[in-house]
């Protein structure tokens, strides 16, 4: 049960995405579910919105999740080694004479 | 992709900018555990408060947009009634989305910031390694140092250059309590 607490913990993101993308096909089918009981055109519109569009939302969140994560794992990577290579110049000998700060640290 | 990477350690240091972000702690987020905070924003991601902030408000936007679009159409009896609805559903719905697609966007160009900065230095590194593992340095070669270092290096070594430097013995070096680079190796 720990291991998977802190599996969770770790992947909350891609879980997350997981979630957004049950949650986004769920309002899919139920939407299509609303659309597909009522042969009024003026019935089916709210379901276009809260099924359709908030389906789509929801798909997108899933996405930008689950790439959010790959790119916050790219992001740690690359700080461990920025920070093995900037160990190697504790003394301000950084490339280019500058001091051998972390980076990445705003715009 | 690349989902194992997720259990690289975190850097011990925090950046300058990621501190400033998680000592000014807004609204809810100040209640939120540090991990938490920091896994997304400050040291362990590449985003920071702004980017939260505009990705959030563009999503809270569409999403508020969304369901008063919905509310209006659904409080129309004709379909014609509906379409403008309709069409500001999808204008809320793209709204939305921007605010996903612009967190995604901060969070690229950090990373490519990132990889560009740290890339030559692992090339420069391989290099170094490589040179060293085929040459075999005469007993007596000279390494460099200068005042205020606590590390040598190799002459050609990329964090000596444009240093004031000057050459020592590497028993010298030794002597004064000077440690190799990791960098040259030397």
Redesign the interface.
């Known amino acids: 049960m720990t291991g998977f607490s802190s599996w969770l ?6 879980v997350g995405a997981v979630g957004a993308a049950l949650v986004g096909l769920a309002a899919l089918a139920l939407g299509w579910a609303g659309v597909s009981g009522t042969p ?3 019935a ?3 379901y ?3 099924g359709g ?2 389906a ?2 929801f798909l ?2 899933a ?2 999740l689950w ?19 900037g ?11 500058t001091p051998a700060t ?6 | ?3 194992t ?14 501190a400033s972000a998680t000592a000014t702690p807004s609204w809810a987020w100040a209640t939120a555990p540090a ?2 905070r920091a ?1 997304i924003l400050g ?4 985003w ?1 408060t702004g980017d939260l902030l505009w990705a959030g408000g563009l ?1 809270a936007a ?2 508020t947009g ?1 369901a008063l ?2 509310y209006g ?2 409080g ?4 014609p009634d ?2 403008p ?2 069409s500001l ?2 204008a ?2 793209t709204v ?2 921007l605010g ?2 612009s ?2 966007v901060a ?2 160009r ?2 490519r ?3 560009r ?2 890339v ?3 090339a ?2 391989a290099v170094l390694r490589s040179a060293r593992a085929t040459a075999v340095m005469p007993i007596g070669t000279a390494v460099v140092a ?1 005042p ?4 040598f ?1 190799r002459p050609a070594c ?6 004031p430097v000057q050459p020592v013995r590497p028993d010298e070096a030794d002597g004064a309590g000077l440690v190799p ?3 040259c190796a030397a």
Not at chain 1, 9 to 14: A, F, K, L, S, T
Not at chain 2, 43 to 46: F, I, L, S, T, V
């Open positions: 913990r770790v992947q909350w993101d891609r009024h055109i003026a089916q519109l709210p276009f919105i809260s569009l908030v789509l939302f997108g969140m996405v930008t790439l959010s994560a790959d790119l916050r794992d790219e992001w740690r990577e690359l700080r461990a080694l920025r920070l093995i290579l160990e190697a110049a504790p003394d301000g000998d950084g490339v280019d004479g972390p980076v990445g640290n705003g715009r | 992709m690349s989902s990477l997720s259990t690289v350690p975190a850097p011990a240091t925090a950046s300058p900018a990621s991990e938490v896994a040291a362990d991601a590449p920071r999503a569409g999403l969304l679009t919905w159409a659904s129309q009896p004709d379909w509906q379409l609805w309709a559903g999808v809320a719905t939305a989305l996903l697609v967190w995604l969070g690229l950090r990373v910031r990132l990889r900065e740290v030559p230095l692992l420069a590194a200068a205020g270092m606590t590390r290096h990329p964090l000596a250059a444009g240093k680079c990791g960098v």
